[in-house]
């Protein structure tokens, strides 16, 4: 009698174990609609991406062209991509401004980093640092008028603000 309660008690706990399987697979979340996308497709080095207020673009740097860093914009899914900046500077870290309008980045001429804005709409670029060391990483303000970055020179780094 023992016996049998035993092997009950194990088809039991087995039927209970194939079931739950059963069902915790059949239940489990259906992987996402719009799965991880890759947006880029080349062998340079795509880094930095930043959104767009509207989340209609993303701004980044590359290396596509040339050796040096360029920024760039494409549509959120990555159609339509553009390079903003170009030349033998070392553009870097954009970062949009509040409007959407322009892009922020600093850029290296072989002497100094120095903060610049583009406009996205034509391309315009306005220089908005003339500091002479290291002008790097800026950060617009959520109103649109002013910006943070950090400044290296003489081996020292200090954060700083300037009005765009």
Do not use: C
Not at 36 to 54: E, G, H, K, M, Y
Request: net charge neutral.
């Amino acid at each position: 009698m023992l016996r049998r309660h035993l092997v009950f008690f194990a088809v039991s706990v087995l039927f209970l174990m194939f079931a739950w399987l059963a069902f915790a697979q059949s239940t489990q979340a259906n992987p996402p609609a719009a799965p991880i996308l890759q947006l880029t497709f080349d062998n340079a080095l795509n880094v930095r991406p930043a959104w767009s207020r509207d989340n209609l673009f993303i701004a980044y740097q590359s290396n596509r062209d040339s050796e040096t860093y360029h920024v760039y914009v494409m549509n959120a899914d990555g159609s339509n991509t553009r390079a903003l900046t170009k030349g033998t500077a070392d553009d870097r870290h954009p970062a949009w401004t509040f409007d959407g309008r322009s892009i922020l980045f600093d850029s290296f001429d072989g002497k100094s980093r120095e903060i610049w804005m583009v406009y996205v709409g034509d391309g315009r670029l306005t220089q908005l640092t003339r500091l002479g060391g290291l002008a790097s990483f800026p950060s617009p303000s959520p109103d649109g008028k002013e910006f943070t970055f950090y400044y290296y020179k003489d081996d020292i780094m200090n954060l700083w603000k300037a009005r765009i």
